[in-house]
């Protein structure tokens, strides 16, 4: 089946099945030469060295893999890098502007919004994904709109709190 | 986990003629169902045909019939927050709102949330015996751990419960499953759409291995003033129901002229009992009809150890939620205690 599908030319991959995969993270386009299988995670930490992006799970149970693509908040590790090809991607790294921390990043810190750590870049992608949705008003709005990033410290009073600060000086 | 070739798409036609070339193949669109599978080396596709670039199948449009058609691949959230749907359907929202988390809702897709399997813990367990993933090995979950598990329409073979919450939704509406295949197209009713487990727990649905799910049709009824979408689970966001129900009712003189009612988390496929809604119609919406039609829904109800406490469970939510149902503007998705 694959080498009737390779004499059709059908896929577009060298011999090793690898194919090149344009992404533009944080406002650098890398062309990655990844196999199919690659999550968008992987992609991330292993490929363009970036370990900003937590694994936690790699389920999509934990929300630690959190990226914006094309704006809008994902689980990195439920993609394929491939799918994603032509796409934007923030990470964790990319939020900061001129060394200056995004007004997350400083709530975070002074909210005490993390222990371990761990949790805190998927927190913080999702946050931004979520106050751009514009969906939650309240906080126990928030506080379900954020139930997709889960804290093992049990920071999540902490980073609520955070997010609403952000979100009531952003308004 | 095993590797496999991929290949994109752009029309309908090329992915009917993509897929029908290797029974192994499999459309990806979210992927969120999908990878998972993979990952625990459950779904062993041999290629992935991406259907993502398929624009046809992206769209929300307002039907000639005044109906409403919802591409298979509008992301769950698009589709919630919809404008027509939000005000036009607004259970269907409250239920996608109901399931999973914000980011997996921004990839998941229409047509993926249909076709999602269970959340089975011995159908996960790779080691154990399961008639859904090996035919014929056998139900650990009849005598085992089956708290998640089915209490209605249940067969020897698999008591294992469909999980979405949108599918819910859509059966209390009387959705319609628009399927194109090698030999053209064809309309699901959406209670035809899954299956029970009868002698056949492997498949889940009625769509071939060939057909793409191409859209969804919701018909041209307004249920937009009286519903509520109730989904009771172990924590209050996040997590499969252990019960859940939609309900879409129409008054006329404070009766009941048309109403609905759809369980989940309670079947191996959305649950309707058409008997106890047309016994419903023409009554007063009230507790003691609520509970009448509530007993006569799992009247033949079994329970198998664990999850005996989702019978008396599902009385009292579908009573709760067609009472909700008669306030809809006291309900807020998921933010609140109770959902
Ligand atoms: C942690 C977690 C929690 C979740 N919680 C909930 C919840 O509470 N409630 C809920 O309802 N859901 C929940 N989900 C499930 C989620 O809703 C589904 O994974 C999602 O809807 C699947 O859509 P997808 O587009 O990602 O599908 P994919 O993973 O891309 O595909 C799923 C299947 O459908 C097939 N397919 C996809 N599109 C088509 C098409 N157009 N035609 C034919 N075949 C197609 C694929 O081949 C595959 O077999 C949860 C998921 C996760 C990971
Ligand atoms: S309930 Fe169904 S899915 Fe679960 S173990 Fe039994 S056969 Fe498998
Ligand atoms: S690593 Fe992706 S959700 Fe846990
Ligand atoms: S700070 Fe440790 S997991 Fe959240």
Same mark, same amino acid.
């Given at each position: 089946?694959?080498?009737?599908?390779?004499?059709?030319?059908?896929?577009?991959?060298?011999?090793?099945?690898?194919?090149?995969?344009?992404?533009?993270?944080?406002?650098?386009?890398?062309?990655?030469?990844?196999?199919?299988?690659?999550?968008?995670?992987?992609?991330?930490? $292993?490929?363009?060295? #970036?370990?900003?992006?937590?694994?936690?799970? /790699?389920?999509? @149970? =934990? %929300?630690? *893999? +959190?990226?914006?693509?094309?704006?809008?908040?994902?689980?990195?590790?439920?993609?394929?890098?491939?799918?994603?090809?032509?796409?934007?991607?923030?990470?964790?790294?990319?939020?900061?502007?001129?060394? $200056?921390?995004?007004? #997350?990043?400083?709530?975070?810190?002074?909210? /005490?919004?993390? @222990? =371990? %750590?761990? *949790? +805190?870049?998927?927190?913080?992608?999702?946050?931004?994904?979520?106050?751009?949705?514009?969906?939650?008003?309240?906080?126990?709005?928030?506080?379900?709109?954020?139930?997709?990033?889960?804290?093992?410290?049990?920071?999540?009073?902490?980073?609520?709190?955070?997010?609403?600060?952000?979100?009531?000086?952003?308004? | 986990?095993?590797?496999?070739?991929?290949?994109?798409?752009?029309?309908?036609?090329?992915?009917?003629?993509?897929?029908?070339?290797?029974?192994?193949?499999?459309?990806?669109?979210?992927?969120?169902?999908?990878?998972?599978?993979?990952?625990?080396?459950?779904?062993?596709?041999?290629?992935?045909?991406?259907?993502?670039?398929?624009?046809?199948?992206?769209?929300?449009?307002?039907?000639?019939?005044?109906?409403?058609?919802?591409?298979?691949?509008?992301?769950?959230?698009?589709?919630?927050?919809?404008?027509?749907?939000?005000?036009?359907?607004?259970?269907?929202?409250?239920?996608?709102?109901?399931?999973?988390?914000?980011?997996?809702?921004?990839?998941?897709?229409?047509?993926?949330?249909?076709?999602?399997?269970?959340?089975?813990?011995?159908?996960?367990?790779?080691?154990?015996?399961?008639?859904?993933?090996?035919?014929?090995?056998?139900?650990?979950?009849?005598?085992?751990?089956?708290?998640?598990?089915?209490?209605?329409?249940?067969?020897?073979?698999?008591?294992?419960?469909?999980?979405?919450?949108?599918?819910?939704?859509?059966?209390?509406?009387?959705?319609?499953?628009?399927?194109?295949?090698?030999?053209?197209?064809?309309?699901?009713?959406?209670?035809?759409?899954?299956?029970?487990?009868?002698?056949?727990?492997?498949?889940?649905?009625?769509?071939?291995?060939?057909?793409?799910?191409?859209?969804?049709?919701?018909?041209?009824?307004?249920?937009?003033?009286?519903?509520?979408?109730?989904?009771?689970?172990?924590?209050?966001?996040?997590?499969?129901?252990?019960?859940?129900?939609?309900?879409?009712?129409?008054?006329?003189?404070?009766?009941?002229?048309?109403?609905?009612?759809?369980?989940?988390?309670?079947?191996?496929?959305?649950?309707?009992?058409?008997?106890?809604?047309?016994?419903?119609?023409?009554?007063?919406?009230?507790?003691?009809?609520?509970?009448?039609?509530?007993?006569?829904?799992?009247?033949?109800?079994?329970?198998?150890?664990?999850?005996?406490?989702?019978?008396?469970?599902?009385?009292?939510?579908?009573?709760?939620?067609?009472?909700?149902?008669?306030?809809?503007?006291?309900?807020?998705?998921?933010?609140?205690?109770?959902?």
């Amino acid at each position: 089946m694959e080498k009737e599908n390779q004499n059709n030319q059908i896929h577009h991959y060298d011999e090793s099945n690898t194919s090149v995969v344009n992404l533009t993270i944080n406002g650098n386009l890398k062309q990655l030469k990844v196999q199919p299988w690659v999550s968008l995670l992987d992609a991330i930490r $292993d490929h363009s060295n #970036l370990t900003g992006t937590k694994k936690g799970c /790699d389920h999509g @149970q =934990c %929300g630690a *893999c +959190t990226v914006l693509c094309d704006g809008k908040r994902i689980l990195s590790c439920l993609s394929l890098a491939v799918m994603k090809d032509g796409s934007e991607i923030t990470t964790i790294e990319g939020i900061a502007t001129d060394g $200056d921390l995004h007004p #997350l990043q400083t709530a975070f810190i002074e909210h /005490d919004a993390f @222990q =371990c %750590g761990y *949790c +805190t870049p998927g927190q913080i992608c999702s946050a931004i994904g979520m106050l751009q949705e514009g969906k939650a008003h309240t906080r126990e709005e928030v506080k379900e709109q954020m139930s997709g990033n889960l804290c093992r410290c049990g920071a999540n009073t902490n980073i609520i709190d955070a997010i609403m600060e952000v979100k009531e000086k952003t308004l | 986990m095993n590797n496999f070739t991929y290949k994109k798409v752009e029309t309908i036609n090329e992915a009917v003629q993509e897929i029908s070339k290797n029974k192994k193949a499999n459309f990806i669109a979210g992927g969120t169902n999908l990878i998972d599978l993979w990952k625990y080396d459950l779904a062993h596709p041999e290629s992935l045909i991406d259907i993502n670039s398929v624009s046809t199948m992206k769209q929300i449009k307002v039907l000639e019939s005044g109906g409403l058609s919802l591409g298979a691949l509008v992301t769950n959230s698009d589709t919630a927050y919809d404008a027509i749907v939000s005000t036009k359907y607004p259970l269907l929202s409250r239920a996608i709102l109901a399931g999973a988390s914000a980011q997996i809702r921004n990839s998941a897709t229409n047509g993926g949330n249909l076709l999602q399997r269970t959340r089975c813990y011995y159908f996960y367990d790779k080691t154990s015996p399961c008639n859904k993933r090996n035919p014929g090995s056998g139900c650990p979950a009849k005598n085992g751990l089956n708290r998640m598990h089915a209490i209605l329409g249940t067969s020897e073979n698999c008591i294992a419960v469909f999980p979405s919450d949108m599918c819910i939704a859509l059966a209390a509406l009387d959705a319609t499953v628009n399927v194109s295949g090698p030999n053209g197209d064809r309309k699901i009713a959406f209670t035809d759409f899954h299956r029970l487990a009868g002698n056949s727990p492997e498949k889940d649905n009625n769509l071939e291995h060939d057909e793409i799910i191409t859209g969804l049709t919701l018909p041209n009824e307004d249920f937009s003033q009286y519903y509520s979408y109730l989904k009771l689970r172990d924590r209050n966001s996040y997590a499969f129901a252990l019960v859940s129900v939609a309900t879409a009712m129409r008054l006329e003189h404070n009766k009941i002229e048309t109403i609905r009612i759809a369980l989940g988390g309670v079947a191996h496929k959305p649950w309707r009992d058409f008997e106890a809604e047309q016994f419903l119609e023409g009554k007063e919406p009230n507790r003691k009809n609520f509970t009448e039609a509530a007993k006569m829904i799992i009247k033949t109800a079994k329970g198998y150890g664990d999850n005996d406490f989702k019978i008396e469970l599902s009385v009292k939510a579908i009573v709760r939620n067609c009472m909700m149902a008669l306030h809809p503007e006291t309900q807020r998705p998921g933010a609140q205690p109770s959902l």
